[in-house]
């Protein structure tokens, strides 16, 4: 019984009031210590944060690309030559080179992508009448490269043709 006494005497006589403002003193500290690291690490996180735009504006074309739009136009000229050189075989051809043709003017105005489909989807559909369109032709020069046995007859591979050179058009790179 006068263990327990002791124990309570202990206990009372100890300077509760300094501990727990001693304890709320480091609380207090880490609290403000954790608000300044997130604060620190926001502004941090707000810097390498990726841009998103609802609606990215159409690429304007630097004047240093005329002279590539010159050479976008031979580049073409080049393609309908051979597409006309030995039908149906040359239309494969003439499409591979074709969409190449466009991929590559996509990266000149600075799409990014691994792929032409990634430049394809940085666009807005509404800012580009032969969108749609040019997806479809993409498509087709993605079965004739991928599948062995697709075959494309000359009227339609005559209409993928028009479809990049339209595209090329609405650039006003042709």
Not at 3 to 9: G, P, S, V, Y
Not at 150 to 167: M, Q, R, T
Request: net charge neutral; with cysteine.
């Amino acid at each position: 019984m006068q263990t327990l006494q002791r124990i309570f005497e202990a206990i009372g006589g100890f300077p509760w009031h300094g501990f727990t403002h001693g304890v709320r003193n480091v609380f207090l500290f880490l609290d403000i210590l954790v608000v300044a690291t997130f604060t620190v690490m926001f502004f941090f996180a707000v810097r390498h944060r990726p841009k998103f735009v609802r609606k990215p504006s159409r690429p304007k074309h630097p004047a240093p690309l005329e002279a590539k739009w010159e050479a976008v136009r031979a580049r073409w000229q080049r393609i309908l030559a051979k597409a006309a050189a030995n039908p149906p075989q040359s239309y494969v051809i003439a499409i591979i080179e074709a969409d190449k043709c466009v991929d590559d003017v996509l990266k000149d105005l600075g799409l990014s992508g691994e792929h032409m489909a990634d430049r394809l989807e940085q666009l807005d559909a509404s800012d580009f009448k032969t969108f749609e369109k040019l997806w479809r032709a993409h498509r087709v020069r993605n079965e004739l490269v991928h599948t062995p046995d697709f075959g494309i007859d000359p009227a339609d591979a005559k209409e993928v043709l028009e479809i990049y050179e339209a595209f090329l058009k609405e650039l006003e790179m042709l």
